[in-house]
Structures are given as C-alpha cells and as structure tokens.
C-alpha cells in the first residue's frame, strides 16, 4: 500500500513549466521548457497559474513586429501578458497577499508558465463572482478599454464613435462599454458572423469591411459629418480610412497593428480636419499610483452588475498554445482566447 501511494505521488508531480521562444518566428518558436522556481524576492509573489489570457501583443512581439524585450546574451522569451491563479509562496515584504488567495496579473511577457513569480503592485484580487476563466478572459483587455474610453480619450456621452475589429476580444468588450455609456457606436468586423456577433454586444451598427468600403458607410451613416473618434486597432489596411470617417477635430486613437504597420502617416495629414492623433499603451497607464486598483475595481463592478457578457469561446490547454495563436493570426477566433493550465 505505501509503495503504491508514493508511486501515486510520484506520477501526479509535475514540474514548473513554461512555453518558450528562442528567437522570433511563426507558432513553431514556442517550445516546452520546465523550470525549477526559484524562491521569491522580498516584494514577489508566485502565483499557480489556473488560466492565461491571451493577446495580439503576444502575436506583435513572437513575431518580432515589437522589439525582441531579452536583455542577457540568452535570447530565451516567455511571452504572455496576463493570467489568474492562486498565490503559492509570498517574499517576505508582501503585505497586500497572502498564500491562498485568488489573484489576476497584468505584465508584458512571462505569462505563459504554469508558474509565475510577480512583483505584488502588477497584481490584484479576483472577487468570487469572477471564474478564472472570466478573469483571464476580461483584465487585460477589459482594463484597455477602460483607459480607451476614460483615460486616452474621455467619452462625454454625446460623441459618434468608430471601434475597428468589432467582434475581437476587446472589440466586444468595448462595444458593451460604450452601450453602457449611452453611445451609439458603429463596429467593423471581417465575416457577417462575426458582425452579427458584434451587434449582439452593443454597437449600433456593424460594418463587413471585407465587402464593403466602411468609410462610405460610416459617411452615409452620420450625413456626411463623420464620427468625433475612431479606435482602430487594425492598422495598415484601415488607418487611411479611419482618417477619413473623422469629423473635423475628431480624434483618432490607434492603439494596435493587427493587420500590420501603417507607416504613411505625415504630421500634415492631421491639417485635412484639425485631427487630434494619439498612439497609447495599456502598459503605461498601469504603473500610474492607484490606476490599477481603481480601473479593475471600476471593471469588477460592470461584471458584476451584469453590463457585460464576457464571450472566452476558444481554449486551449496552455501545451497548444501554438495552435491557438494560429487561429487569432488568421482571423479565426472571436471574443477572448485563453489558455487552461
Ligand atoms: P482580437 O481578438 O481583436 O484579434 C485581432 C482582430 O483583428 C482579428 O480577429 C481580426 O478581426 C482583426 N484583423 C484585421 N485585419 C487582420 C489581419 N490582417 N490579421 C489578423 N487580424 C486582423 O485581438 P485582441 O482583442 O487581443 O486585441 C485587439 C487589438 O487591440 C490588437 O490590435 C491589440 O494589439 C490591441 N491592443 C492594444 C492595447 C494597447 O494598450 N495599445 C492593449 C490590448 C490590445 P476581423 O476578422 O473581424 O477583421
């Protein structure tokens, strides 16, 4: 008997593990490396991870459209940027956790880990009422849309607004977003499908910019005038448009690249409408002193008043990550995509 349950032991421990790159390429960089975990540091905490959101940024940097961010001559990436789990071990300066507690964090790279030893102010407390599924699905990409429509650009509540890739993971966050805010949004999306989704979750109207020129029909839609902010995150194939669904002094707040670069931009094609341009990054409102208690308590709050339908339909186990970037890469998820640990 007691062999038998030492051998039980033996065969349920496993350890730490991470998915890896060595350089920046397609899906088939990402290799599985176990690891031996260190001990934390004074202000570090180590989380078990249970789920793993993922993002384009994640897609950006294996890709190597971002800066390759490995300072040693090891070129070794974990990339990652959020996750939610429960707190393992705790350094000895950790006041805000403790061992036991279920926590989500946010930082570029070093998500995808069975694993992941965090300094405590990139990390914060998950109500009961949001699975791990749901945390991972909703903090990153909930957390953008919050600095989008209150930080980046602050929504009054009489604007037009123009949010590109309607039926993605923060696409359809922020169209339930700004319906709550009163907003009557115009989406765009790549197949009907994924336009019928998008009505499903707030915007007023959506447009298949796959089949049709959206510049026309944001025009025909507002006569003529054009809408007072358009979040594009798509890039090369929309930003010429964008530009041109702008009322005069519209803002033009673009925040990704899914389609690629736009490099066309000159400084004298804001003079066509007074335009007001901006390129922001969640990263930078993070580390602002109380910022990120605030916006996830402003966003727990919204879940748990049902104003948000979380849709997290594709996951993976976290060993076919590969597999899963494939299908964001090629346009073929909606809403949120995580990873089970
Ligand atoms: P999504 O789930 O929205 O996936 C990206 C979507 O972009 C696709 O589903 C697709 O929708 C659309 N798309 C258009 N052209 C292409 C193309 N050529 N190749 C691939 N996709 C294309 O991703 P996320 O929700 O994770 O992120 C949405 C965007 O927001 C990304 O660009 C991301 O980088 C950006 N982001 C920026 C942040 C910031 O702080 N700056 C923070 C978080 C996200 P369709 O088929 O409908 O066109």
Redesign the pocket.
């Known amino acids: 008997m007691v062999v038998c349950r030492i051998m039980m032991n033996y065969s349920n421990f496993s350890m730490p593990y991470c998915i890896q790159a060595s350089k920046p390429g397609d899906s088939s960089v990402l290799i599985k490396k176990e690891f031996v975990l260190e001990i934390p540091k004074a202000n570090e905490i180590v989380i078990k991870n249970e789920r793993i959101g993922?993002?384009?940024?994640d897609i950006?940097i294996r890709k190597g459209i971002y800066p390759w961010p490995v300072e040693s001559n090891n070129m070794n990436l974990v990339l990652g940027s959020e996750g939610a789990g429960v707190i393992e071990k705790i350094g000895s300066e950790v006041t805000k956790f403790k061992i036991g507690d279920r926590v989500a964090f946010l930082k570029t790279n070093g998500a995808y880990t069975s694993h992941r030893t965090i300094e405590q102010e990139l990390v914060v407390h998950i109500p009961d009422f949001i699975s791990f599924d749901k945390a991972a699905a909703v903090m990153?990409?909930g957390l953008?849309v919050k600095?989008l429509l209150n930080d980046s650009y602050k929504i009054k509540g009489h604007e037009t607004v123009l949010f590109?890739?309607?039926?993605?993971?923060?696409?359809l966050i922020a169209g339930q977003w700004l319906k709550s805010l009163g907003i009557k949004t115009i989406g765009?999306?790549?197949?009907d499908e994924?336009c019928s989704l998008a009505k499903q979750h707030g915007y007023e109207h959506v447009i298949n910019?796959?089949k049709e020129d959206f510049q026309k029909v944001v025009m025909d839609l507002t006569n003529g005038e054009g809408v007072d902010v358009v979040f594009d995150?798509?890039?090369?194939?929309?930003m010429s448009g964008s530009f041109g669904c702008l009322k005069k002094h519209g803002t033009l707040i673009s925040?990704?690249?899914?389609?690629?670069v736009y490099t066309d931009l000159k400084i004298s094609d804001l003079q066509a409408g007074s335009f007001f341009l901006s390129r922001?990054?969640?990263?930078h409102f993070i580390p602002i002193p109380g910022w990120l208690d605030n916006a996830t308590a402003i966003l727990f709050k919204m879940i748990k008043e049902n104003k948000m339908d979380i849709q997290y339909n594709n996951t993976y186990d976290l060993e076919n990550l590969g597999q899963a970037h494939d299908e964001?890469?090629?346009?073929r998820?909606?809403?949120?995509?995580i990873l089970k640990v």
């Not at 964001?328 to 346009?331: C, H, S, W």
């Open positions: 993922i993002n384009f940024i950006y990153l990409k953008t600095y590109h890739a309607s039926a993605g993971g923060v696409g765009t999306a790549g197949t994924k910019y796959n995150s798509v890039g090369q194939t929309t925040f990704g690249q899914s389609s690629g922001p990054t969640l990263f964001i890469e090629n346009r998820t909606t809403g949120s995509v």
